[in-house]
């Protein structure tokens, strides 16, 4: 096999698309494939196999936003990156991996560590590193725009070449979130695609945080773009009785606790939050003129309450009187207004009576 590496395709232009060298011969053909395969499919990268006969390789690579993710199996082999290489492209990406099948050892910036089956570990290809697989071996790698990783760049430099093991605080979440995209990547298509993406770096990013000692209340810019897909999550599924703090959090992949933590700003809980946006929308729709004949209940159902009489009480906790109260007072308006008053009153219409008292439940 030539020492240098093809020209790659544009970096990080990879589009979904698979390769398998187990149809091709074990000669040239198969090394060769294999070889430009790898550097297509990532960075320009040296590869030696270390077998007299490669194996079948194979890699199946899909774009989720910013993250291509690729899961890749082979035999023995060594792969290397040096300053030649870098030279030609590559550098702004990063690349982090899941160990799945076999061992792999890595060299970067003067460590070396042993990444085994369940492990992450995270490369820098704006520096030279070295992977070596001695056996069989199959991982998952995401590849992404290294401007959007959200972390200090000391810190990258502090944990390339480690391994994000088992035992490590939020490494598990991650690390199951990860292989679930892996799995069902070839399903995901658009803005979902695109989102999980974006779930996938923000999960690391906070695991780079916690080996490095900065928790995400000192990331404000990544909590809150992770907050606003929370509360998007939330609006779009109000209607569903069972929406809570512990499905949202496992819709997101993230802990129940860290779920609170990114609520602490808006001065209500996730549970209140939930209520306060739900009445929001019973009020308003109490507004039209279907509500009469359909009555509050049917109302309430549509945004998620189970119980009328719980509803009837939130509603006058959190505006100061009864749903046919309020039914009862836009209809006097509307009265009182003519035949135009119907399109005038909207949901910013308000009784001066309300203060809001403590909302405890969903």
């Given at each position: 096999?030539?020492p240098?590496?093809?020209d790659p395709?544009?970096?990080?232009l990879f589009?979904?698309?698979?390769?398998?060298?187990?149809p091709?011969?074990?000669?040239?053909?198969?090394a060769?494939l294999?070889?430009e395969?790898?550097?297509r499919a990532?960075?320009p990268?040296d590869?030696?196999?270390?077998e007299a006969?490669p194996?079948?390789g194979?890699i199946?690579?899909?774009?989720?936003?910013p993250?291509?993710?690729?899961?890749?199996?082979?035999?023995?082999q060594?792969v290397?990156?040096?300053?030649?290489?870098i030279?030609?492209?590559?550098d702004?990406f990063?690349?982090?991996s899941?160990q799945?099948?076999?061992?792999?050892?890595?060299?970067?910036?003067?460590?070396?560590s042993?990444?085994g089956?369940?492990?992450?570990?995270?490369s820098?290809?704006?520096?030279p590193?070295?992977?070596?697989?001695?056996c069989?071996?199959?991982?998952?790698?995401?590849?992404f725009?290294r401007?959007?990783l959200?972390?200090r760049?000391?810190d990258?430099?502090?944990?390339?070449?480690t391994?994000?093991a088992?035992?490590?605080?939020?490494h598990?979440?991650?690390?199951s979130f990860l292989?679930?995209?892996g799995?069902?990547a070839?399903e995901?298509?658009?803005?979902?695609g695109h989102q999980?993406?974006?779930?996938a770096?923000?999960?690391?990013?906070?695991?780079?945080d916690?080996r490095?000692g900065?928790f995400a209340?000192?990331?404000?810019?990544r909590?809150?773009?992770?907050l606003?897909?929370?509360?998007?999550?939330?609006?779009?599924n109000l209607?569903?009785p069972d929406?809570?703090?512990a499905?949202i959090a496992?819709?997101?992949?993230?802990s129940?606790?860290?779920l609170?933590?990114l609520?602490?700003?808006?001065?209500?809980?996730?549970?209140r939050?939930?209520?306060?946006?739900?009445?929001?929308r019973?009020r308003?729709d109490?507004?039209?003129p279907?509500a009469?004949?359909?009555?509050?209940a049917a109302v309430?159902?549509r945004w998620g309450?189970?119980?009328?009489?719980?509803?009837?009480?939130?509603?006058?906790?959190?505006?100061?009187?009864?749903?046919r109260d309020?039914q009862k007072?836009?209809?006097?308006?509307?009265?009182?207004?003519?035949?135009g008053?119907q399109?005038?009153l909207t949901?910013?219409?308000?009784?001066p009576?309300?203060?809001?008292?403590?909302l405890?439940?969903?």
């Amino acid at each position: 096999m030539s020492p240098e590496s093809p020209d790659p395709a544009p970096v990080g232009l990879f589009a979904t698309a698979g390769l398998d060298t187990a149809p091709l011969p074990v000669s040239g053909d198969r090394a060769e494939l294999w070889h430009e395969a790898v550097s297509r499919a990532f960075v320009p990268l040296d590869v030696r196999f270390l077998e007299a006969a490669p194996a079948p390789g194979r890699i199946v690579s899909r774009q989720l936003g910013p993250v291509q993710v690729s899961r890749v199996e082979a035999g023995p082999q060594a792969v290397t990156r040096n300053r030649r290489l870098i030279a030609r492209g590559g550098d702004d990406f990063l690349i982090l991996s899941l160990q799945q099948r076999g061992a792999a050892l890595k060299d970067q910036d003067g460590r070396q560590s042993r990444i085994g089956p369940g492990e992450l570990s995270l490369s820098d290809p704006s520096r030279p590193f070295r992977k070596e697989l001695r056996c069989a071996f199959r991982f998952l790698s995401f590849q992404f725009p290294r401007a959007d990783l959200r972390v200090r760049e000391g810190d990258l430099r502090a944990v390339t070449a480690t391994a994000f093991a088992r035992t490590d605080g939020c490494h598990r979440l991650v690390a199951s979130f990860l292989s679930r995209l892996g799995s069902s990547a070839a399903e995901l298509e658009g803005p979902m695609g695109h989102q999980l993406g974006r779930t996938a770096l923000d999960l690391l990013a906070m695991l780079i945080d916690e080996r490095c000692g900065r928790f995400a209340p000192q990331a404000p810019d990544r909590a809150a773009a992770l907050l606003v897909r929370v509360k998007d999550h939330v609006i779009r599924n109000l209607g569903d009785p069972d929406l809570s703090p512990a499905t949202i959090a496992a819709a997101h992949f993230i802990s129940v606790r860290y779920l609170h933590v990114l609520f602490r700003a808006e001065e209500l809980s996730v549970g209140r939050w939930i209520r306060a946006e739900r009445l929001k929308r019973c009020r308003q729709d109490l507004l039209e003129p279907a509500a009469a004949r359909d009555g509050v209940a049917a109302v309430a159902r549509r945004w998620g309450f189970v119980s009328p009489s719980h509803f009837s009480r939130a509603f006058r906790e959190e505006y100061g009187q009864s749903p046919r109260d309020w039914q009862k007072w836009v209809s006097e308006r509307r009265r009182a207004a003519g035949d135009g008053g119907q399109r005038t009153l909207t949901s910013t219409t308000r009784r001066p009576v309300p203060t809001r008292s403590a909302l405890t439940r969903v």
